[in-house]
């Protein structure tokens, strides 16, 4: 069973920042792929960015390509997810989410609010 923990979430101006991240619970971290998705009111949940076991990869919603950031650092098994130049618009809960490789099994965080708002 893997746990994943979010934090860093919370009210933010527009055209401010925010650091999420998110701690797992397993001692084989690299071995897990690593998402977030968000999920507004009344909105299906969306991708937002994902990172490969390594880190070496990256991939993101277009939505948000040139202000945020996902990064890992397996040593501490955390992913984070950087978010600059926020909008109204990236007001949602966010989610944490681990593949793991060779696997279809994932898992997800139990999700942290962010909210833009002047």
């Known amino acids: 069973q893997v746990q994943l923990a979010e934090s860093g979430g919370g009210l933010a101006q527009p055209g401010g920042s925010l650091r999420l991240s998110c701690v797992s619970s397993?001692?084989?971290?690299?071995?897990?792929?690593m998402n977030w998705y968000r999920q507004a009111p009344g909105k299906e949940r969306e991708l937002v960015a994902h990172?490969?076991?390594?880190?070496?990869?990256?991939n993101y919603a277009d939505s948000v390509k040139g202000r945020f950031t996902i990064s890992r650092d397996n040593t501490e098994r955390t992913v984070y997810l950087q978010m600059d130049n926020l909008k109204p618009e990236d007001t949602a809960m966010y989610y944490c989410n681990a593949k793991r490789r060779f696997s279809s099994s994932d898992w997800w965080g139990e999700g942290i609010q962010v909210t833009v708002s002047s």
């Open positions: 990172i490969s076991y390594s880190g070496d990869r990256t």
């Open positions: 397993v001692s084989t971290f690299s071995n897990y792929a």
